[in-house]
């Protein structure tokens, strides 16, 4: 039989109401395997559970992405899959970033939780750990994914979009992986085909990434100012569209004309939630192609930002990053 370890970082999943608001519980481990046993009984697999200092979704920094990972393969080869429960605020941008981290990976790694805490009543805490626990024993399903609200999604190309419902997740540009009904769907066919191990766990300097959304009327200081800081080496564009930004303001592009030139990577995503960056389509975009702006094809926000942390993290070469991020390394983008 499959043995999973259960790796609880933190999140709703195991809150419990407190004075000023949902504080992490005493006793989540014995509490969560008391539930799962009347819950599924021996329908799941071995699991083991180990609990890390909580980290609040909301907390999170580049650094917590490494902590998660060296947990996981420190005991790599004691297990055949791992589940990882996390706050679902920030659950895909580290799905995205165990993605990149552990690429290659031969073992399923499962983020889920919940958006009510296991001791509540109507929670949707058991409903996802059992699945991802099934998901995590199934050695078809050898990637990062997130499971959530009966689907199973690729990790890097996971969204939170819905604040308040079960099924809060989607990814937009890449069909489920499996879905759960009656019967358990799993597209074997739509999961990446795993390459050769390429591990590797970098020290992330926390704010080495910025992020600036394109407005109406947004100034070339606001770049100048977010990217001030000499720490920051990279520059995320959310901008309209297939890329477009307002090429006719000569000081926004002057602005990341002198930020390309001091050596930051530029990279474009889009603010639409369903399609692609393709730079050249509208003079607006080819601006930006100009300067050396990387278009991020379909990228989700969450995994640029996570591959590009990743890259500037063990990565000195800004050509060689900007290479890397136009690659598909683990199904991020197509």
């Not at 909580?54 to 907390?59: E, F, L, T, V």
């Not at 009966?150 to 890449?174: E, I, M, V, Y």
């Amino acid at each position: 039989m499959s043995r999973v370890l259960i790796l609880h970082t933190g999140g709703t999943i195991g809150m419990a109401a407190a004075p000023g608001g949902y504080r992490p519980m005493a006793g989540f481990p014995a509490r969560l395997r008391e539930q799962l046993g009347a819950h599924a009984g021996s329908r799941l697999p071995d699991y083991d559970i180990v609990e890390l200092p909580p980290i609040d979704s909301a907390d999170l920094r580049p650094g917590h992405w490494a902590v998660i990972a060296r947990s996981l393969l420190e005991r790599w080869d004691d297990y055949d899959g791992f589940v990882v429960l996390h706050g679902t605020d920030t659950m895909a941008w580290s799905a995205s970033a165990l993605s990149f981290m552990l690429r290659g990976t031969d073992r399923p790694v499962i983020f889920t939780g919940s958006q009510i805490p296991l001791v509540e009543p109507r929670s949707d805490a058991l409903d996802n750990v059992e699945a991802a626990l099934l998901f995590a024993a199934t050695e078809p399903v050898r990637e990062v994914g997130l499971y959530f609200g009966h689907r199973l999604l690729r990790g890097n190309r996971s969204r939170k979009l819905a604040t308040a419902q079960f099924d809060a997740f989607d990814s937009p540009n890449c069909p489920p992986l499996a879905e759960v009904g009656i019967d358990i769907t799993l597209h074997r066919e739509r999961i990446v085909s795993p390459g050769d191990r390429c591990f590797l766990v970098p020290e992330f300097d926390d704010p080495a990434v910025a992020i600036l959304t394109v407005h109406p009327g947004i100034a070339g200081s606001t770049v100048d100012a977010l990217t001030a800081n000499p720490r920051i080496r990279g520059l995320i564009l959310q901008t309209y569209g297939v890329g477009n930004a307002p090429q006719g303001d000569r000081e926004l592009i002057a602005a990341l004309e002198r930020a390309a030139a001091r050596g930051l990577v530029l990279l474009n995503t889009t603010q639409c939630l369903v399609g692609s960056v393709i730079q050249e389509t509208y003079a607006t975009g080819a601006a930006l192609a100009r300067i050396g702006v990387v278009p991020a094809g379909d990228m989700t926000l969450e995994a640029a930002f996570a591959k590009l942390h990743f890259l500037l993290a063990s990565e000195q070469d800004p050509d060689r990053i900007r290479d890397a991020l136009r690659q598909n390394w683990c199904g991020e983008r197509s």
